[in-house]
Nanobody, 128 residues
Framework: EVQLQASGGGLVQPGSSLRLSCAASGFIFGSYEMSWFRQAPGKGPEWVSGISTGGRQTHYADSVKGGFTISRDDRKNTLSLQMNSLKPEDTAAYYC?????????????????????WGQGTQVTVSS
């Protein structure tokens, strides 16, 4: 059974940092592209960041570029998102998602419908 367990969210002040983690099990983690999405109250899901298999390529939404860093540890089946300089607009539920790599030259996707596996989400609230 595929499982993605996100953790690390919390209530922090603007300018603070948080590190989200996503523990994966039930599939060959190293063969999957991984992404973080977020959803703020009253809004649709937003792609935040992604990482290719092997970690060779990382991708960021313009809204988080320079402040967030995505990484993966294929030995520990873990995906991480280091979030620095958090802003109130970063408040959302954050979800990790997995997409299988089906071709050698697969184009990285930022579309939620391309990710068949999702974690349960972890809440990040940035407020003074």
């Amino acid at each position: 059974e595929v499982q993605l367990q996100a953790s690390g969210g919390g209530l922090v002040q603007p300018g603070s940092s948080l590190r989200l983690s996503c523990a994966a099990s039930g599939f060959i983690f190293g063969s999957y592209e991984m992404s973080w999405f977020r959803q703020a109250p009253g809004k649709g899901p937003e792609w935040v960041s992604g990482i290719s298999t092997g970690g060779r390529q990382t991708h960021y939404a313009d809204s988080v570029k320079g402040g967030f860093t995505i990484s993966r540890d294929d030995r520990k089946n873990t995906l991480s998102l280091q979030m620095n300089s958090l802003k109130p607009e970063d408040t959302a539920a954050y979800y990790c998602a997995a997409r299988p790599r089906r071709a050698v030259f697969q184009v990285f996707s930022r579309l939620k419908d391309d990710y068949p596996y999702w974690g349960q989400g972890t809440q990040v609230t940035v407020s003074s």
